[in-house]
């Protein structure tokens, strides 16, 4: 096996989320939040199918059990369709880079799913942590109110959001290590179970997605947006950084590490997005964002210390 492994794949998932969080942005914007995730679970499905075909020579991916489906179903609900929608709905009202200042949140809600399911112990460095990576965001989204000493800088709905998406994404991981725990080795080669796991999540995804987009828009800004060709490039780049290449090699890196080093460097992502979404969106980077940033990181770093 390559050394360190693990931690390259977990690094590149971090730049691999810059992009589709960029990304994910303007297409939110430009397409609408139910109708761009629907149109990225589609084209996750379909490339899912192709890469099985050239690998295995069929389209259909690695069986698993009963309980694998259950567990992967589970967490494409939590993951995708609660917590995509809350994280694109948080990109369109406070933006990508705040989004993911706030999604460092997730690998703490990870630990504390672990905790709770796996009997995975936490200790004071642990709660050292939770109370380090909160100080950082803190620093980036809290300031000096009009009336009052502190206050958010930001729209409370977004940030309620983007709050949700982290907790979901975490808890969304431990629910998908669980489901990959299921699926039989040997049968395909190993790289490929968290594509095939990945395959049964974006059903959840899609089938999710499809029934928030009728009940509250209908269909017809789907039909809109298939014809809509700078909406369709982004759709299709999105997916690429994102729910198949992006959440599959996460998954992946959870195999060959431990899964706080991997949520540690992926969640890297909050440092790495700032230069772009400055270049791309014209935002005002200030001393104060950049610093909060780095302490979030930081105080993610410190929850796995000991692991």
Known sequence: MIPYLGEMISIGVAFSWTATALLSEFGSKRLGNLTLNVLRMALALLFSLVLFWV????????????????????????????????????????????????????????????????????????????????VGIGISVLGRGEHHRISLKLPLNGVLFAIGAAICQGVGLVLSKIGMDHYATGAIPEWLIPFSANFVRCIAGICGFSLLLYFREGFKPLREALHDRKGMTVA??????????????????????????????????????????????????????????????VGVSLFFYNS
């Open 55 to 134: 690998v295995l020579g069929t389209p259909i991916p690695a069986i698993g059990s009963l309980e694998a489906y259950g567990w992967m179903l589970l967490s494409g609900l939590v993951g995708y369709v609660i917590g995509d929608f809350c994280l694109f709905q948080c990109y369109i009202i406070i933006g990508s880079r705040f989004g993911q200042l706030f999604m460092t949140l997730a690998p703490l809600a990870a630990a504390l799913m672990a905790w709770l399911t796996l009997g995975q112990q936490m200790n004071w460095m642990s709660v050292l942590a939770m109370l380090v990576t909160l």
């Open 236 to 297: 299709t780049a999105t997916t690429i950084f994102g729910p198949f290449v992006g959440v599959g090699f996460s998954l992946m890196a959870v195999q060959y590490t431990g899964a706080g080093i991997a949520s540690t460097l992926m969640a890297l992502t909050p440092i790495i997005i700032i230069l772009p979404s400055c270049w791309l969106f014209h935002e005002k980077i200030t001393w104060k964002a950049v610093l909060g940033a780095l302490i979030s990181v």
